[in-house]
């Protein structure tokens, strides 16, 4: 079946400090792929997506990039601000009945 | 602007109760999801719909039921709750079931069973 593995946290940085969290999957075919973030006590907001090999997503100086030969979708950010604080889940879709299969979710944390 | 609500921030429940869950999106979104969320786990679906009155079992069904009478209303019922239920719960809805787009979620609803 489909699976998701993400780098386990926490994550403590410091501010401007690169980022990347780890994120490999497992699936038949070519799914696609999310990097879904949550802010302390908020819901999941999708940050951004590819839904093919090579596509690269990018939003809010976040960006991944869709590796078909690794099965990887790394979250990259150059500089880090303490707003970027929140919990980050790597999903993907595979399939007719659109179900989401998520990470277990890294906790970042950036200090001033 | 696209939203998903929830019923409630905070739930406290007692062991045995029935307790009902709701989510209400205005997006006229035809899927809709109900997922917990525990720490180290991560999301794990419980219940989806495709449409109204329709329902399917994600992965963790047992002890979960769920209610679509409306479109815009999916509800997740726990018929007796009991304390490894304590969660948080978080909705999610989305337009198309083949679609790549976005499901768009509740803030969650952090439930306390005693």
């Known amino acids: 079946g489909n699976s998701v593995t993400q780098m386990e946290g926490p994550v403590t940085l410091s501010e401007e400090a690169f980022l990347t969290i780890n994120c490999t999957y497992t699936a038949t075919g070519y799914p696609s792929l999310f990097w879904y973030v949550q802010y302390p006590g908020e819901g999941l907001q999708l940050l951004l997506k590819?839904?093919?090999?090579?596509d690269k997503g990018s939003n809010k100086g976040f960006e991944a990039t869709y590796r078909k030969e690794t099965t990887s979708f790394h979250l990259e950010k150059g500089s880090v601000q303490v707003s970027d604080s929140a919990v980050y889940f790597c999903?993907?879709?595979?399939?007719?009945?659109?179900?989401?299969?998520f990470g277990k979710g890294t906790l970042l944390t950036v200090n001033p | 602007d696209v939203k998903v609500t929830q019923s409630s921030r905070y739930l406290v429940k007692r062991t045995g109760e029935k307790v009902f869950l709701e989510c209400v999106q205005d997006m006229d979104h035809e899927n809709m999801f109900w997922y917990r969320q525990d720490p180290g786990l991560g999301l794990r679906l419980i219940y989806f719909?495709?449409?109204?009155?329709?329902?399917e079992k994600g992965d963790i069904p047992e002890g979960y039921s769920v209610s679509r009478e409306k479109k815009e209303r999916f509800s997740l019922i726990l018929e007796s709750a009991s304390t490894n239920q304590t969660s948080m719960y978080l909705c999610a809805s989305i337009f198309s079931r083949t679609s790549t787009d976005t499901q768009y979620f509740g803030p969650g609803t952090r439930l306390t069973v005693l």
């Open positions: 719909s495709y449409d109204v009155k329709m329902k």
């Open positions: 999903a993907l879709l595979r399939g007719s009945n659109y179900k989401l299969t």
């Open positions: 590819a839904t093919k090999a090579d």
